[in-house]
């Protein structure tokens, strides 16, 4: 039975489902103590003093840190590479503020207690006085002349200007085209909210350091906090026992993390530390935030010549882990969707502000580049009076490979045949009695379509080890790392499939440096496409040393392998199990795979929303998405991972919405009661479609589908509102009072 393509039930779900899940908080180890940080008010203030006498008088209180006590540690620096026009400006980060403060939530102080109750009372009573100053919340001010400086030596606050593409190219196409449209488009700030907030343990012993915690990328984590602790990485082991979500954010080094370890040694006893809501939305990384100018450039006959976009970026107080590629690298690659588009220019400014460091979410700089082109594109069916499936249709890639004007080079796709098939499924045909429909009821009907290409990647190269155990399963080692996407379901699929047992053989491992020798983590839809495919290379690298073993115990000249078994070539009467061969032999097998190329997710998506005009209140009634793959190891979780994709998407486009004051920088949205996700009511059936073109960039064809619901969602629905209201301009979350508004202005025109 062929595993690769079934819809099995994911077998982690049990544990889930029962309560016998083992998250951070489960976790309690003999002796430990709890902390608490100590958090700023202010989004910019000096440090003029802080006291912590009364902290340390506190019944059961055992530490209180400031920045004095850590002063020795390394900084937090950013690992991530960007070719900027001039070296990238980093400030220094240590993991506890010296003498100011630079977004409200900023940590100042880490109390430590024998009782989560007594370090929130030893928090409270730390006394900070601070001298106020003044602050910049959004990017576009920050560069402002007079402007407040948030680091003495970063001139205007911008960190980096990058650019990428042919200037000329582009200015001449312009200059010689018969249309033209251009938006300033918004790409609204995020709270990333997993269902579990960030917790950790810290403990050391025997020299050596080791961290709980909820995260997705524990190899990098481990390398980052051995420059901070200057230690050699075999002296820190990092764990993430199950992680309920992270989305990129909980790939990050983060304060907490150093001042647990920092703390444990300190103390010799186990600290742990679990982020109560309102602190992970003041104290974790956020999402998206940049403002855009774009460009694109047609010809008489509506086709693409050139696009133009000049961006600048919130990167918030601090640079995180990879805060930078989010605006740089990661949408340079899918600049431009899947459109032929002959001349293409970027130029990006990274602007600090007083907020929250922006760190790499759900797609990474692929959801506003595709936001942006599809906003053009329809802007300019609109402007043309060509409709905008067919404007779609005419410029679309249909020859692979094709390179792209910044030199990606798409493998393959279906992607004409995507929007047909969305159409089709989606009943446009009938959309004009949808509308009259509505109409008649008061309320007006609008249809969005859209397409999205992303680039599937993240870091290169991944490693896959298989151990042979006791008990007759083969333990599957895997530096990827799953928060919640069935990986111990799909990577034992894989396994059944190559090796011809069934996947309770297989134990999936995962997210412990002490046991996984190496990875690349979460992030960029990554796992099955590098990981998968150190999988298959380490299955074949076993074999190839497991036939010469299994002949010699056959005593044949060659065999055959085949459903678990070797099997003597024209002799199917003598065989021998993998086991068994592996009980005789050692044939635990690990590969570092070296693998760098791209794959390219891809689909058409549409929408369809209706509007009531006295109150601006937008239902989506229906959603469509027809999405390319390749090849799919687990159907059912594929249209899980798209399904919470798409609602992520529709939550940027209609509810989310991070505001901070811009006189006081407080973050106004700062709970639920204030920030809206989406719940199951604001979210139609969807119906999805699952196609495959395999792509030859991995030995099992896969392409990625984590992050694609979240750049495809936002501009199809937002595109279905323009088309109800009859407007040009809207921005993102699409709230009842701003759609509202957008409907007395178009009232009074």
């Known amino acids: 039975m062929p595993y690769i393509g079934q819809s099995l039930l994911r077998t982690e779900d049990h544990r889930f489902l029962t309560g016998t899940g083992r998250f951070v908080e489960d976790i309690s180890i003999d002796g430990q103590a709890w902390a608490q940080v100590v958090r700023s008010p202010h989004a910019h203030a000096a440090i003029a003093r802080i006291d912590t006498a009364a902290a340390r008088a506190v019944t059961g209180v055992l530490a209180v840190y400031t920045y004095d006590d850590i002063a020795g540690l390394g900084l937090m620096r950013c690992p991530t590479q960007v070719a900027t026009l001039e070296p990238m400006k980093v400030p220094p980060r240590p993991a506890l503020a010296h003498r100011r403060v630079r977004h409200v939530g900023d940590p100042v102080a880490f109390v430590v207690a024998e009782t989560?109750?007594?370090?929130?009372?030893?928090?409270?009573?730390?006394?900070?006085?601070?001298?106020?100053?003044?602050?910049?919340?959004?990017?576009?001010?920050?560069?402002?002349?007079?402007?407040?400086?948030?680091?003495?030596?970063?001139?205007?606050?911008?960190?980096?200007?990058?650019?990428?593409?042919?200037?000329?190219?582009?200015?001449?196409?312009?200059?010689?085209?018969?249309?033209?449209?251009?938006?300033?488009?918004?790409?609204?700030?995020?709270?990333?909210?997993?269902?579990?907030?960030?917790?950790?343990?810290?403990?050391?012993?025997?020299?050596?350091?080791?961290l709980i915690l909820t995260a997705a990328s524990v190899h990098g984590i481990r390398d980052m906090l051995a420059e901070v602790f200057g230690v050699g990485n075999d002296r820190l082991r990092v764990i993430a026992p199950d992680v309920g979500g992270g989305f990129g954010i909980k790939n990050a080094l983060y304060p907490e993390w150093i001042l647990l370890l920092f703390a444990a040694r300190a103390l010799g006893r186990p600290v742990k530390w679990v982020a109560e809501r309102a602190e992970d939305f003041n104290g974790t990384a956020q999402g998206r935030d940049n403002i855009t100018k774009a460009r694109l450039a047609l010809d008489a006959d509506g086709r693409f010549l050139a696009l133009d976009v000049s961006t600048v970026a919130n990167l918030g107080a601090y640079m995180s882990s990879g805060g930078p590629g989010s605006s740089t690298n990661a949408p340079a690659n899918a600049m431009g969707s899947g459109y032929v588009i002959p001349a293409i220019f970027m130029d990006v400014h990274g602007v600090f502000t007083n907020t929250l460091p922006i760190e790499a979410y759900r797609g990474a700089g692929k959801p506003e580049v595709n936001y942006l082109i599809e906003r053009l594109v329809d802007l300019a069916a609109r402007r043309l009076n060509i409709d905008p499936v067919e404007i779609r249709r005419r410029n679309l890639v249909s020859a692979f490979p094709y390179e792209k004007a910044l030199g990606t080079?798409?493998?393959?796709?279906?992607?004409?045949?995507?929007?047909?098939?969305?159409?089709l499924n989606a009943d446009r045909a009938g959309f004009a009695a949808r509308r009259a429909a509505s109409e008649a009821r008061g309320l007006r009907r609008g249809f969005g379509i859209s397409c999205f290409l992303e680039t599937a990647?993240?870091?290169?190269?991944?490693?896959?080890?298989?151990?042979?155990?006791?008990?007759?399963?083969?333990?599957?080692?895997?530096?990827?790392?799953?928060?919640?996407?069935?990986?111990?379901?799909?990577?034992?699929?894989?396994?059944?499939?190559?090796?011809?047992?069934?996947?309770?053989?297989?134990?999936?491992?995962?997210?412990?440096?002490?046991?996984?020798?190496?990875?690349?983590?979460?992030?960029?839809?990554?796992?099955m496409h590098m990981g998968g495919a150190a999988l298959v290379r380490t299955v074949n690298t076993m074999l190839d040393k497991a036939r010469p073993i299994a002949a010699r115990m056959l005593q044949a000249a060659s065999v055959d392998f085949a459903h678990g078994r070797f099997t003597v070539s024209g002799d199917p009467t003598r065989s021998i199990a993998l086991t068994d061969v592996a009980a005789a032999e050692n044939l635990d097998t690990y590969v570092w795979n070296l693998l760098d190329v791209i794959t390219f997710p891809n689909g058409c998506h549409i929408a369809e929303v209706e509007v009531d005009p006295e109150t601006g209140h937008i239902t989506l009634d229906r959603y469509t998405a027809v999405d390319d793959f390749g090849t799919l190891i687990n159907p059912m979780l594929t249209l899980g991972q798209i399904h919470g994709g798409v609602a992520q998407g529709i939550g940027q486009a209609m509810l989310e919405h991070t505001v901070y004051d811009p006189e006081s920088g407080q973050l106004l949205s700062g709970s639920f009661m204030d920030y809206a996700l989406p719940r199951a009511?604001?979210?139609?059936?969807?119906?999805?479609?699952?196609?495959?073109?395999?792509?030859?960039?991995?030995?099992?064809?896969?392409?990625?589908?984590?992050?694609?619901?979240?750049?495809?969602?936002?501009?199809?629905?937002?595109?279905?509102?323009?088309d109800a209201l009859g407007v040009e301009m809207l921005d993102m979350p699409l709230t009842p009072e701003r759609v509202w508004r957008a409907i007395q202005i178009g009232n009074r025109a």
């Open 409 to 423: 080079v798409i493998d393959c796709g279906r992607f004409a045949a995507n929007i047909d098939d969305a159409v």
């Open 116 to 210: 989560r109750i007594a370090a929130r009372d030893g928090a409270e009573a730390v006394a900070v006085s601070y001298e106020p100053l003044a602050c910049v919340v959004d990017g576009v001010t920050a560069m402002a002349a007079g402007a407040p400086l948030l680091w003495d030596d970063v001139p205007g606050n911008v960190s980096y200007r990058f650019q990428k593409g042919d200037a000329g190219a582009v200015q001449a196409a312009f200059a010689s085209a018969v249309h033209s449209v251009e938006l300033e488009l918004i790409n609204n700030r995020l709270v990333i909210a997993p269902t579990e907030t960030r917790a950790g343990i810290g403990r050391f012993g025997n020299g050596g350091f080791e």
């Open 457 to 527: 990647r993240g870091s290169p190269n991944e490693g896959a080890e298989l151990r042979f155990q006791a008990d007759g399963r083969i333990a599957l080692l895997v530096g990827t790392q799953s928060n919640g996407m069935g990986h111990e379901t799909t990577y034992s699929q894989i396994a059944a499939d190559l090796l011809g047992l069934p996947p309770e053989k297989f134990r999936y491992v995962q997210g412990d440096t002490g046991v996984v020798r190496a990875g690349n983590g979460h992030g960029g839809a990554r796992s």
């Open 681 to 722: 009511d604001d979210l139609p059936n969807f119906d999805v479609t699952l196609t495959g073109v395999p792509t030859s960039a991995n030995p099992l064809g896969v392409k990625g589908a984590g992050q694609a619901g979240a750049i495809a969602a936002p501009q199809t629905v937002v595109l279905a509102a323009i």
